[in-house]
Every structure is written in C-alpha cells, then in structure tokens.
C-alpha cells in the first residue's frame, strides 16, 4: 500500500545535537511538507518542498534545515540552533490542488 | 492574528448528542477548507470544501463552506465515544497548496 513513513517514531535527543527526522513516500507526490505541532498550538509549517531540488521556508524555519534530492524523501534536520525543539513532528505530502494531503504517523522528539 | 480559528477550543459530551464545530479562516489565497480527525497521532482526512452551500456527509459527519462569511461548520450527529479526538480544520493556499491550520477543537463524548 502506498503511503508515508516517518522514521524513528520516537526520538531523544541531548541539548546541542543535530537530529535528522527521516520522510519517505511512494505516493510519487510531488509536494511535500513539515509541520510541528505543539499542544494548544494546531499544525505550524516549517518547510515545504513542491519539486525536487527545491524547497521553501514556512512560517516557523528557525532552527530547522531540510533536502529534497528525490522525490520520494523529504528529510528534515532539527539544529541545535532551534531553541525548543521538542514536540510532535509531522510530514505530509499531496499530489495537487484537487486532493488532501496523506499525512505520516509523526515523530515526537524530546529533548534530554 | 490568527489566521484560522476554530470554537470551541474544547467540547465534552454525552454519547448520542449532536455537535457543531466551527471554523472561519481569511479569504487570501483561498484554495479549499479542509477537516481533519486527529487522534493522537496522524491526522486523517475528513472533508475538502471548495464551493459554497454544497453540504459534504460521511456517515454521521457533515461539513458545509459558507465562503461569504468565511466560515466552515463540521457536525457530527448521534455522537459515539470513538469520536473523541482533535478535529483540525484547515485553510489550503493556492499556488503553494501550504495548509494554515486552526488550534483544533478537543472533542471528548463520555459514555
């Protein structure tokens, strides 16, 4: 079945760490997306990526960098410069303007 | 500001109540208005709404856009525990197709 996976499910990381969250679908979507959420907050987008190659910064990119070498993975690296990284990290992915998007199960990171 | 604002913010029921969530959203770049369903972890999708007045129904779930007063309503009649989640609702921007997401109402129906 087609779908997206986040990997890992669960990630801890130490004050001062680079992480890198993975994305990965076999939709052959061509966009995709990161968002955070927070509680109380809803969904906040960090990056999105609507072709290969090439990507944007959404509303809240401080801290966090990403890639999009194929089109099938979409990696997102949280930085040690982001000051309160942990929270529930989700990516999705749509194949246009006529449909939903296919979200991943999510991430949560903690930071230790 | 925000710019998709969901209400209530929290809502416990009874099972068999009806409920109304409620969302308005900006008009900039409008594309669609999406609801999702959230429990603990991935969204999954409910409804997409384009057009005016054209009322959506999934089972006990509706959803209707009213584009002039820039709001969106989703409800969910005859109420079962296994409804209780986060419900999202969502603005799609045309061009970039982003999604500007609201808080989310926490729905809990109680036995």
């Known amino acids: 079945d087609g779908g997206i996976t986040q990997s890992p499910k669960y990630l801890f990381r130490k004050e001062g760490q680079n992480v890198t969250l993975s994305c990965e679908q076999n939709?052959?979507?061509?966009?995709m997306y990161w968002y955070r959420q927070d509680p109380g907050q809803g969904l906040r987008l960090i990056y999105y990526s609507q072709i290969v190659n090439d990507f944007q910064k959404g509303d809240i990119a401080e801290g966090y960098s990403v890639s999009r070498e194929k089109k099938e993975s979409f990696p997102l690296t949280v930085t040690s410069a982001q000051k309160n990284p942990t929270a529930f990290y989700l990516c999705a992915s749509h194949r246009g303007q006529l449909y939903g998007y296919t979200f991943g199960s999510g991430t949560r990171l903690t930071v230790v | 500001e925000d710019k998709v604002v969901q209400s209530p913010l929290s809502l416990v029921v009874h099972e068999g109540d009806t409920v109304t969530l409620n969302c308005s959203y900006e008009v900039t770049n409008f594309r669609s208005l999406l609801w999702y369903k959230q429990e603990k972890k991935a969204p999954t999708f409910l409804f997409m709404l384009t057009s005016s007045g054209i009322e959506k129904k999934s089972g006990r779930l509706s959803s209707i856009l009213d584009k002039k007063e820039l709001f969106s309503i989703l409800n969910i009649t005859a109420t079962q525990t296994g409804d209780s989640a986060v419900y999202l609702c969502a603005q799609a921007q045309g061009g970039s197709e982003k999604l500007v997401f609201g808080k989310g109402t926490k729905l809990t129906v109680n036995p």
């Open positions: 939709l052959n979507h061509d966009a």
